[in-house]
């Protein structure tokens, strides 16, 4: 069968490749420690079950606009203007299906063949595929631990040319859990704003932070920067709703309208009752995004001080999200190998640096639980010590 090129250019992601792998030695009985997937393990909080279930008791089931319910677009509007400091109205969001497509959706609509994309790496492995889809060009930007993982304004300068229409941004980050200061963002606004280009800020993981780090969104530093944001987030990380498939996008009217066009021929609404779930997210009880972060927290102090406990490996240790980002350069082995043969001799789940354009390291995603985490540290440092 002849397949359309488009499909050609692009790799599988990795991520949920290695997290199916895991999936099914566990079905055949095999005792795997994931630390492959993004997804926390808890159940979604029950007001927001609740909150879907009336929707279904009262009929939501129908069609509703493509761009998403007015009162959840509404809801969203509002939390992006008291909590973030960025003045969007309703008109400014479309409701997508999870923070993915809003950012498939946006590179589909927005970028054109020849079209330039900065990404900094380590990166989400699906930022550059989405680039390539939409026919553009991604222009990838190597970062170090020295920097935390960030991009430098200089480096940013540097990359961007004529062709330059995007540049992407995703703080706290997939796969380092590194967090740009507050000062590091306005030193970024400051080269946007002198140029013709908009920046995805992808903000999923916003309220997963630890310790003094603080999150600005970079359309918040002045209307310059504000005028060439978009921001993607969704309700998967904060709310344990990965299921659920709801994320959204934040941006100029004449670019949601167009995303709304697109989407009205692709998806058309997400699920309806799911919504109503998503605004009880937003209005209801915050204190279950609070319960969740801390023991994140937690989770992060124990797994760190294993990981750099081991010799040969070394991580550091994130400001937000649930991953640590580790290396594993002294080790001989490439990224993949090493994963494959962990998996394979010890039952334990690890993503390649390479899927994030960083070989020479691993993720490590520490959502779950404490016992997981000591029993695959046990057997991650087991593993290492026979590669010494």
Known sequence: MKLADRVNRVSPSMTLAISAKAKAMTTQGLDVCSFSAGEPDFDTPAHIIAAAKKALDEGKTR??????????????AHKLRTENNLP??????????????????????????GDEVIIPAPYWVSYPEMVKLADGIPVIVPTTAETGYKITPEQLQQAITPRTRLFVLNSPSNPTGMIYTPDEIRALAAVVEGHDLLVASDEI?????????????????????????????????????????????????????????????????????????AIAALEGPQDCVETMRRAFAQRRRVIADRVNGIPGLSCL???????????????????????????EEKHVATIPGVAFGAEGNIRVSYATDLDTIERGMDRLESFVKACL
């Open 63 to 76: 069609y509703g606009p493509a761009a998403g319910e007015p009162a959840l677009r509404a809801a969203i």
């Open 88 to 113: 969007y109205g309703p008109e400014n969001i479309i409701v997508t299906n999870g923070g993915k497509h809003s950012l498939y959706g946006l590179m589909m609509t927005l970028i054109n063949p």
């Open 205 to 277: 993981y916003e309220k997963i932070r630890y310790g003094e780090a603080e999150h600005l969104s970079i359309g918040a530093v002045s209307p310059g920067a504000f005028e060439r944001t978009v921001v993607s987030s969704g309700f998967a990380k904060a709310f344990a709703m990965t299921g659920w498939r709801l994320g959204y996008l934040a941006g100029p009217v004449e670019l949601i309208r167009a995303m709304n066009t697109l989407q009205s021929h692709s998806t058309s609404n997400v699920c309806t009752f799911a919504q109503y779930g």
């Open 317 to 343: 240790e994130p400001d937000g999200a649930f991953y640590l980002f580790v290396s594993i350069a002294n080790l001989g082995l490439s990224s993949l190998d090493f994963c494959n043969a962990l998996l």
